[in-house]
């Protein structure tokens, strides 16, 4: 009986523990709120402006994922507005933004795609 007592808190214990974890290399939810999000989505709408010689400033982080590789992938989704818009027009866009740090390399990829308001759900 102490036995099973024992293989059973010890599988207990084995579930309960991975049930909380994500998968290795699996993306897992990032505060939108913490200063590393802020400063990636920064980055992002820094580059958007320079490839698109806008004026964008950052409406809301809308959701953001990391995964650990060899280095690390950001997921974000970005609501920007354009600061030369006039306000009776909707001027708000998402994007959607991967990046990839390898700092020990010194190594930063930002790719940004444009998303409609139909792909967002």
Same mark, same amino acid.
């Given at each position: 009986?102490? &036995?099973?007592?024992?293989?059973?808190?010890? $599988? &207990?214990?084995? &579930?309960?523990?991975?049930? &909380?974890?994500?998968?290795?290399?699996?993306?897992?939810?990032?505060?939108?709120?913490?200063?590393?999000?802020?400063?990636?989505?920064?980055?992002?709408?820094?580059?958007? !402006? !320079?490839?698109?010689?806008?004026?964008?400033?950052?409406?809301?982080?809308?959701?953001?994922?990391?995964?650990?590789?060899?280095?690390?992938?950001?997921? $974000? $989704?970005?609501?920007?507005?354009?600061?030369?818009?006039?306000? !009776? $027009?909707?001027?708000?866009?998402?994007?959607?933004?991967?990046?990839?740090?390898?700092?020990?390399?010194?190594?930063?990829?930002?790719?940004?795609?444009?998303?409609? !308001?139909?792909?967002?759900?």
């Amino acid at each position: 009986m102490k &036995f099973l007592t024992v293989f059973f808190l010890i $599988l &207990f214990i084995y &579930f309960y523990s991975t049930a &909380f974890t994500t998968s290795l290399g699996g993306w897992s939810t990032i505060d939108i709120n913490s200063d590393e999000v802020k400063e990636l989505a920064k980055k992002v709408i820094n580059k958007y !402006t !320079t490839e698109n010689e806008e004026n964008n400033f950052l409406f809301k982080v809308i959701d953001a994922k990391q995964q650990i590789v060899a280095g690390v992938n950001y997921n $974000l $989704l970005i609501l920007i507005s354009s600061l030369s818009c006039n306000l !009776t $027009l909707n001027c708000s866009k998402y994007l959607q933004a991967t990046i990839f740090q390898q700092p020990w390399n010194c190594t930063e990829e930002i790719n940004i795609f444009e998303k409609s !308001t139909d792909e967002i759900s």
